[in-house]
């Protein structure tokens, strides 16, 4: 690893997980941080605790803004372990000069998501840096929630589970890629940005047999696949045909040769349930979403790796995200 | 090499030679600079690479392609079906 | 006949029924093959979609792809990143360039690096963009990195056609446009070369013509095929090559008839006469020298041009890639990824040594991402 901090270092991917691994897992060594799930749980699996800071641009985009994105984030997060997100905390970082009502319009948004959650926010910092330190605002929210269904885990993934996504991918990576300067693309896209612990709760209170959850931010779909294929040591094989993508998104990773599978979403998750509760999860889930799918399996076939299966009888592996997303040229 | 997309025409500024093109619902300009004047029109398919349409797309041959493929197909299946049917004549139970 | 509709454009040539009755075609086609054969696809993006779409995992073991050297961003000699990275750290200066471009290292560092120590580098989608960013910043100098073969060469053009009308005084251009056919006769040119036919770029001919190609089925006795990027596109080339050989033919076609024709666009060619010349040298990384392979601005348009402006803080030294790499025989078709001693364990995506492994259209590159399923 060099001794400066690229921007590929935070892309979710493979050099981010160098830098949390070499950086901040040596320091703080423990086995709760160890298991690197999307929330730390915690008192004997009673709670689970989750933090996440917001930096994106632009602050309003098509389908949220960065207040409605501070609290889904992180109560997704808390939801993907089982739990109900209770209390969150809420720390602002705000550039000298930025509009209070732009700040009030993003502090409703907030409120508004938490009571999509039935969370509150109980604890909050504000601090106002000189112009040009921060990029106008930028948020933290950290949350506690109350495990509903235990032993949820990304490290117990096994051939008895099919893996599913409860949409279409990669909304929130192309809106927020389209209005950047410069590439002005115009669609009507939507982010996905949208609380997940109503969709949760309704597969745990069917008993649905959840072995793990995860939403799929940064990195997209692709990085949750080879994260659980590592943490669980299986390989899993994915029919690329079965990923809903919508054709905005399509159009968009046309144009700018990406692969859906690497934006990022914040309002879409990969589970890992057990084969019995496919039809009955499925099921669920379109009741939210009709582009729910079943998009994979579980085998030993390459053990910490991913495939994708073509139409036409062709394979190849899914590497981890590397670099920052930049357009193709060629 | 690279990276040139089918999309459709949706406007055009003359005044700025530059057209709207549509990509599946995802919408952009493209300079019109390297196009004979007067060559394109709202509705037609063109490449587009970083900004610019590079050619228009020729749609009778696209579709002749697409009637080819279809032909190749259906002369596929019926040489699948009489391939079954010749399997389950010679078929010892038959 | 029905309307096209655009998505026909995308679906009808992925079309999985399509390509699998493609294989079968390929198949009987092949068993009448006299001999295994190399096809070079010159193309990075015919590289990339054979290896995304898995074409080679569908042809007979009798037909073998050598993946040439059409990546762009691969080619660049070190040494000219390390001029875009000294570029990048003048301080009036505002470095853009297209995509990738930014990743790849050279002996100082990559242009991500120079950001991280405070060099203006930017990434655009479209060249056009950097009209708004010198209007943006008057007091700056903003140095557009070209890069690209021929599809990309007219766009730059038509840019400093805009900067010349508009008479905007803040652009200046960093050329490194290359050309294609003079690399694939240097390949050709070397007699222990494996290659027996070509698919031809898709979007290169679209601005050239397929005429560029003549000498290689005439001169040269190789068939070539101008292929779209659809994986259909690329079964129904291959397809077209072998019914080549098996009827003793050998010709350039083309297969990507709906946006190829022999002439090519002769608004782009014009543009291109207008401002550029023949470089009479110019090295590509992994090949070593092709004269007449690349472009640069004609002497009356110097006052844009970065390489004459910024000539004395431009390094002169020529950077050599590590002698374990042996890229330039992977680029004739003479070896495989796999063959190389440094593939995949020193030289990885994230730390290249040589051309190949630089870009996901790189042969090395290609292999590592999607490659561990080889026949």
């Not at chain 1, 009507?188 to 799929?216: G, M, Q, W």
């Not at chain 1, 509760?277 to 998009?295: G, R």
């Not at chain 2, 949706?10 to 196009?35: C, F, H, P, Q």
């Not at chain 3, 590590?322 to 004739?332: A, E, Q, R, V």
Request: some cysteine; hydrophobic content about 35%; glycine content about 6%.
């Amino acid at each position: 690893m060099e001794n400066k901090i690229k921007l590929a270092h935070g892309n979710g991917g493979e050099e981010n997980n160098e830098l949390i691994s070499k950086v901040f897992y040596k320091a703080f060594k423990n086995e709760i941080l160890e298991k690197s799930e999307d929330a730390a749980v915690i008192e004997d699996g009673k709670l689970a605790f989750s933090t996440d800071s917001f930096t994106v641009t632009p602050l309003f985009f098509n389908g949220g803004d960065i207040g409605k994105l501070a609290v889904c984030g992180t109560c997704n997060d808390i939801s993907m372990m089982g739990a109900k997100p209770k209390y969150l905390t809420c720390s602002v970082i705000i550039e000298e000069g930025f509009s209070i009502d732009d700040l009030n319009t993003i502090v409703q948004s907030m409120k508004k998501e938490l009571d999509n959650n039935g969370a509150i926010v109980v604890s909050g910092d504000t601090k106002v840096v000189p112009k040009g330190s921060v990029d106008k605002i930028f948020i933290n929210t950290t949350g506690i929630g109350e495990i509903l269904k235990k032993d949820i885990s990304s490290n117990n993934i096994t051939q008895d589970d099919v893996i599913l996504v409860n949409r279409d991918i990669g909304t929130h990576g192309a809106v927020i890629f389209a209005s950047r300067e410069g590439i002005a693309l115009e669609t009507n896209l939507k982010s996905d940005c949208s609380s997940l612990y109503p969709i949760v709760k309704e597969l745990i209170d069917n008993n649905i047999a959840i072995t793990a959850l995860r939403d799929a931010t940064r990195g997209g779909l692709n990085a949750v696949l080879n994260e659980w294929a590592n943490q669980s040591n299986i390989c899993i094989e994915v029919q690329e045909d079965n990923i809903p993508i919508c054709d905005e998104v399509s159009g968009l990773c046309e144009i700018l040769g990406f692969d859906a599978i690497n934006l990022a979403n914040e309002g879409t998750f990969v589970l890992a349930v057990k084969k019995d509760d496919e039809k009955k999860a499925l099921e669920i889930l379109k009741s939210f979403n009709k582009n729910a799918s079943s998009i994979g399996i579980v085998s030993q076939k390459y053990p910490k790796k991913v495939i994708l299966n073509t139409q036409w009888g062709t394979s190849r592996f899914l590497d981890i995200p590397t670099g920052e997303l930049l357009p193709r040229i060629c | 090499m690279c990276l040139a997309i089918p999309s459709r025409v949706t406007k055009i500024n003359y005044e700025k030679n530059i057209a709207t093109v549509d990509t599946m619902g995802v919408t952009r300009d493209a300079s019109l600079d390297l196009m004979e004047e007067g060559s394109i029109d709202i509705g037609d398919y063109v490449l587009l690479h970083i900004g610019f349409i590079m050619n228009k797309i020729d749609e009778e041959d696209a579709l002749s392609s697409l009637e080819t493929y279809k032909e190749i197909l259906e002369v596929m299946e019926q040489e699948e079906l009489e391939k079954t049917i010749k399997d389950s004549d010679n078929c010892p139970n038959g | 006949m029905d309307s096209l509709n655009l998505k026909d454009l995308y679906d009808g040539f992925r079309d999985p029924q399509v390509i699998t009755s493609y294989k079968k075609l390929i198949d009987k086609e092949a068993k009448k093959l006299s001999k295994p054969i190399s096809i070079m696809e010159v193309c990075g993006g015919h590289t990339h979609s054979i290896m995304k779409y898995g074409l080679n995992q569908l042809l007979p073991k009798n037909i073998n792809f050598i993946h040439g050297p059409g990546c762009p961003v691969c080619v660049m000699p070190k040494e000219r990143i390390d001029h875009a990275y000294t570029l990048a750290l003048e301080n009036d200066v505002i470095l853009v360039t297209l995509g990738d471009m930014i990743k790849v290292p050279g002996s100082l560092g990559t242009l991500q690096d120079a950001r991280a120590k405070g060099a203006d580098v930017r990434f655009v989608y479209s060249p056009m963009d950097c009209i708004k960013i010198s209007k943006e910043n008057l007091d700056k100098k903003v140095i557009f990195f070209a890069i690209g073969f021929e599809t990309t060469t007219p766009m730059t053009t038509a840019l400093l056609h805009q900067v010349v009308k508009q008479d905007i005084k803040n652009i200046l251009f960093y050329i490194n446009h290359i050309t294609v056919p003079e690399a694939m006769r240097v390949l050709l040119d070397d007699d222990t070369n494996n290659i027996d036919a070509f698919i031809g770029p898709s979007h290169v001919s679209v601005v050239s013509g397929s005429k560029i190609y003549d000498e290689f089925s005439l001169k040269y006795k190789k068939p070539l095929v101008v292929s779209g990027f659809e994986p259909v596109d690329v079964m129904e080339s291959i397809l077209m090559i072998l019914k080549q050989f098996n009827q003793n033919r050998c010709e350039v076609e083309i297969q990507y008839s709906r946006s190829v024709n022999k002439n090519g666009n002769l608004v782009a060619q014009k543009l291109n006469d207008t401002y550029f010349i023949k470089r009479e040298h110019f090295r590509w990384r992994g090949i070593g020298d092709i004269p007449k392979s690349a472009l640069k601005l004609k002497d009356k348009y110097k006052e844009y041009d970065a390489e004459v402006i910024y000539k004395d803080i431009l390094p002169t030294k020529i950077i050599d890639d590590n002698k374990l790499c042996i890229c330039g025989d992977i680029l004739k078709g003479k070896s495989n990824p796999i063959e190389c001693k440094v593939f995949g364990t020193v030289c990885k995506p994230s730390s290249p040594l040589g051309s190949c492994m630089v870009s996901s259209e790189g042969a090395c590159a290609a292999y590592y991402k999607y490659g561990s399923f080889l026949k």
